[in-house]
T-cell receptor, first 114, second 112 residues
Framework: GAGVSQSPSNKVTEKGKDVELRCDPISGHTALYWYRQRLGQGLEFLIYFQGNSAPDKSGLPSDRFSAERTGESVSTLTIQRTQQEDSAVYLC????????????FGPGTRLTVL | DQQVKQNSPSLSVQEGRISILNCDYTNSMFDYFLWYKKYPAEGPTFLISISSIKDKNEDGRFTVFLNKSAKHLSLHIVPSQPGDSAVYFCAASQQGAQKLVFGQGTRLTINP
């Protein structure tokens, strides 16, 4: 497929466990973004990658959250010691760096922390 | 601090009539505005956008209006169709920043 893909589509975990969420952007898109959407809320920016570096991490809510990107492709968002308030849909988007306003979103990973 | 606000969580419109979705923003540095549409279990998809140098942009049944002095934008859909039923998000960006700032979304339901 030519779109942004994310895995898993659903993840249920117990409080205190670590989780990893994966994003495969559109091929050729150098810019990659992570957002999250809590129930009834809008999308909340987490982090932006340009290539493999993250010039804007301003949206990460705590040091339990981290992300990396390799090969200017796949990105992984890691949440350590999950809390119930981390429950949300985590969305990944990608774009050309010069066209940041044209972000293409994946279907998201729904994370439920029990 | 909610910089982009959509004050109507839901809107119900008769098929064939006009749907008007509203969005307000507070950051005067925003210079580009977008509307995204989201179906359940799917990611948001881009619908239409407008630059701050314009006050109107039209694409088929969809028109976005921007009132900079009021820091307000609206999306008009006419005529509304059942397939338009979805959650609509308003988003904004400013030059030099890569991220989009989203509103809370409005769930639009088109009734046959």
């Amino acid at each position: 497929g030519a779109g942004v893909s994310q895995s898993p589509s659903n993840k249920v975990t117990e409080k205190g466990k670590d989780v990893e969420l994966r994003c495969d952007p559109i091929s050729g898109h150098t810019a990659l973004y992570w957002y999250r959407q809590r129930l009834g809320q809008g999308l909340e920016f987490l982090i932006y990658f340009q290539g493999n570096s993250a010039p804007d991490k301003s949206g990460l809510p705590s040091d339990r959250f981290s992300a990396e990107r390799t090969g200017e492709s796949v990105s992984t968002l890691t949440i350590q010691r999950t809390q119930q308030e981390d429950s949300a849909v985590y969305l990944c988007a990608s774009s050309f760096v010069s066209r940041a306003n044209e972000q293409f979103f994946g279907p998201g990973t729904r994370l439920t922390v029990l | 601090d909610q910089q982009v606000k959509q004050n109507s969580p839901s809107l119900s419109v008769q098929e064939g009539r006009i749907s008007i979705l509203n969005c307000d923003y507070t950051n005067s540095m925003f210079d580009y505005f977008l509307w995204y549409k989201k179906y359940p279990a799917e990611g948001p998809t881009f619908l239409i956008s407008i630059s701050s140098i314009k006050d109107k942009n039209e694409d088929g049944r969809f028109t976005v209006f921007l009132n900079k002095s009021a820091k307000h934008l609206s999306l008009h859909i006419v005529p509304s169709q059942p397939g338009d039923s979805a959650v609509y998000f308003c988003a904004a960006s400013q030059q030099g920043a890569q991220k989009l700032v989203f509103g809370q979304g409005t769930r639009l339901t088109i009734n046959p």
